[in-house]
Nanobody
Framework: QVQLVESGGGLVQAGDSLRLSCAASERTFRNKNMGWFRQAPGKEREFVSSITWNIGLTDYADSLKGRFTISRDNAKNTVYLQMNSLKPEDTAVYYC???????????????WGQGTQVTVSS
């Protein structure tokens, strides 16, 4: 099973940027499609972005297109989420996850990190 560790979260002001990282512990990272999800207090975990393992095809939640960018470095077994122009409503715990299939549905993802907190103040 792939183990995932997120990092890069923190407290920032509205308009700032953050880059989250997710490091995988196994070589099979390169065969896994990777996704980012987030969960705000009192809300369900929601899809943020995903990237395929082979050609790096990306997908984003419609509301986040243009502000967030997902990327991966297969040599480092790491996936990134660059978040720009952050808003208070982006405050959430951000999770990375891996899946054998490309999907926006969290049930498809079979390995999850512990999450990293992102707090955006107004």
């Amino acid at each position: 099973q792939v183990q995932l560790v997120e990092s890069g979260g923190g407290l920032v002001q509205a308009g700032d940027s953050l880059r989250l990282s997710c490091a995988a512990s196994e070589r099979t990272f390169r065969n896994k499609n990777m996704g980012w999800f987030r969960q705000a207090p009192g809300k369900e975990r929601e899809f943020v972005s995903s990237i395929t393992w082979n050609i790096g095809l990306t997908d984003y939640a419609d509301s986040l297109k243009g502000r967030f960018t997902i990327s991966r470095d297969n040599a480092k077994n790491t996936v990134y989420l660059q978040m720009n122009s952050l808003k208070p409503e982006d405050t959430a715990v951000y999770y990375c996850a891996s899946s054998p299939r490309v999907s926006r549905f969290r049930s498809v993802y079979d390995s999850w990190g512990q999450g990293t907190q992102v707090t955006v103040s107004s």
